[in-house]
């Protein structure tokens, strides 16, 4: 089998991403760690430790092989964020389109996920893949639609739409990696808040005041580091904050609705083998923002909830208690 199009990480969005690849029939070949995943997707064509309502078509292949990934000439790295710098350092990419579909920022060193791929796979050529994707959703083949950033313009853009735009999966095309990057990494932030929202009983109008609060503080901090207005309120932006803090599918949602229940960050994930990459964005995120002076009070209430400094209702009262301002983005 000769395929176009790899997928590396076989977690619940790399597998719906393969499924919808290969739903016309096009061959898909899919990268997962755990050896024994790759023996159940290429015999049951099922991932029950990810993506347990998924069938997979025959032409998706899965293998535990980097080495195999590494000569395809679009890879859609799938990684959690803070792996993407050893996995796709491991495969030893040297050329071909690189399109990252994490969503989060590296953890110690602050970097967005296209630095660690220019430093990783240097000679790759980068692309940002993000909006409102419930794998589950992509993987039956529900309409979804998704912001398609390529640093390499219109000519990378016409290679990728074409290997990756099908009938119900709708890229549209941006040259703002930044953009499309920061709005993915800060929704599942203010997810873990709006689901803290609901734990808590706190009503719908609350919940519409955080989302609204909240894309004020992704604004400020995305326009800071060079991301352009138009894609935060697109799809990888705002269109993505809007599904991730409507819905318990969300885990990142699901995960803050337990802490405002009164869970501990640390007995929620530990029971999980998915990721919440808002546990993981949310010290960061918050620190590079301390440190360019940009405010970001929500981004803030969550890492104290997270680190359990506080009981939810305690650290809910200190953001209604802040001095009242006028409705604007940038201070
Ligand atoms: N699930 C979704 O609906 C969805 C949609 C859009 C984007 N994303 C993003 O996709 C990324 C992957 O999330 P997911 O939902 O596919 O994952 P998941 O939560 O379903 O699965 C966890 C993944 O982590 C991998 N993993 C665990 N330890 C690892 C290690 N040491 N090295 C490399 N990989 C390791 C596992 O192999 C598995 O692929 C995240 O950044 C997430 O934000 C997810
Ligand atoms: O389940 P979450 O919170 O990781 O969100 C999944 C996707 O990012 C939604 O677009």
């Known amino acids: 089998m000769t395929a176009g199009v790899g997928v590396v990480g076989a977690g619940a969005w790399g597998t719906a991403l393969a499924q919808m690849l290969a739903s016309d029939g096009r061959e898909v070949l899919l990268w997962a760690r755990e050896a024994e995943l790759v023996e159940e997707i290429n015999a049951s064509r099922t991932n029950s430790l990810f993506l347990p309502s998924a069938r997979l078509a025959p032409s998706v292949r899965a ?9 395809l000439p679009v890879l859609l790295m799938v990684t959690p964020a803070q792996f993407l710098a050893s996995v796709l350092g491991a495969m030893g990419r040297k050329s071909g389109d690189v399109v990252l579909c994490s969503k989060g920022i590296e953890a110690g060193t602050g970097r967005l996920m296209a630095d660690v791929a220019r430093d990783a796979a240097p000679g790759a050529q980068i692309a940002v893949l993000s909006g409102p ?13 998704v912001t398609l950033a390529c640093e390499g313009g219109e000519a990378q853009w016409q290679r990728l739409s074409a290997a990756i735009a099908r009938p119900t999966f709708r890229p549209y095309y941006s040259d703002d990696v930044a953009g499309a990057e920061i709005g993915g990494a800060v929704k599942n932030v203010l997810a873990i808040a709006c689901g803290v929202v609901d734990g808590l009983g706190l009503g ?33 932006g705002l269109g993505d904050l809007v599904l991730t803090c409507s819905s318990t599918s969300s885990r990142n949602f699901s995960l803050g609705k337990a802490l405002g229940e009164g869970a501990s960050a640390a007995d929620v994930l530990g029971a999980r083998n998915s990721v919440a990459e808002g546990a993981f964005t949310a010290p960061v995120l918050a620190e590079i923002a301390r440190n360019r002076d940009i405010s970001m009070p929500i981004v803030e209430a969550v890492v104290t909830l997270l680190e359990g400094a506080a009981p939810a209702r305690d650290v809910v009262a200190g953001l209604l208690s802040r001095p009242l301002k006028a409705e604007t983005v940038l201070v």
């Open 63 to 71: 293998t535990s092989d980097l080495a195999e990934m590494a000569s």
């Open 204 to 236: 719908q109008n609350a919940r519409a005041a955080l989302i609204s609060r909240g894309f004020a503080e992704m604004q400020r901090f995305g326009l800071a580091l060079g991301a352009r207005a138009e894609t935060l309120s697109g799809l990888s």
């Open 133 to 145: 994707t419930f794998a589950h959703e992509v993987a039956a083949g529900l309409p979804t639609a």
